[in-house]
C-alpha cells in the first residue's frame, strides 16, 4: 500500500497506478468533466493513461462551475 493525497485527504492504495485507473477506483463523479492537478501541476487528459502515481504524490480533482452575476 501507497499514501498519497487526494484533494488533502489521505488515500490507500496499490501501486501501479495511473490517473485514469485512480479515477475509475474512487469513483470519482463526472470524470469527463473534471480536471487533475497531479503535485500541482494540470495533468492533460490524453496523458492520464500515462502518468504513474508514485507515493506521497497529491492529486486534485477540480470541477470547473460556469455562472457569474446577472
Given at each position: 500500500m501507497?499514501?498519497?493525497?487526494?484533494?488533502?485527504?489521505?488515500?490507500?492504495?496499490n501501486?501501479?497506478?495511473?490517473?485514469?485507473?485512480?479515477?475509475?477506483?474512487?469513483?470519482?463523479?463526472?470524470?469527463?468533466?473534471?480536471?487533475?492537478?497531479?503535485?500541482?501541476?494540470?495533468?492533460?487528459?490524453?496523458?492520464?493513461?500515462?502518468?504513474?502515481?508514485?507515493?506521497?504524490?497529491?492529486?486534485?480533482?477540480?470541477?470547473?462551475?460556469?455562472?457569474?452575476?446577472?
Amino acid at each position: 500500500m501507497a499514501k498519497i493525497y487526494v484533494n488533502g485527504d489521505v488515500q490507500d492504495v496499490n501501486l501501479p497506478l495511473n490517473v485514469s485507473e485512480l479515477i475509475k477506483q474512487l469513483l470519482v463523479e463526472n470524470p469527463e468533466m473534471v480536471s487533475v492537478q497531479v503535485n500541482e501541476e494540470f495533468a492533460e487528459r490524453e496523458e492520464w493513461d500515462s502518468i504513474q502515481i508514485k507515493e506521497g504524490d497529491k492529486v486534485d480533482f477540480l470541477y470547473f462551475m460556469g455562472g457569474g452575476a446577472r
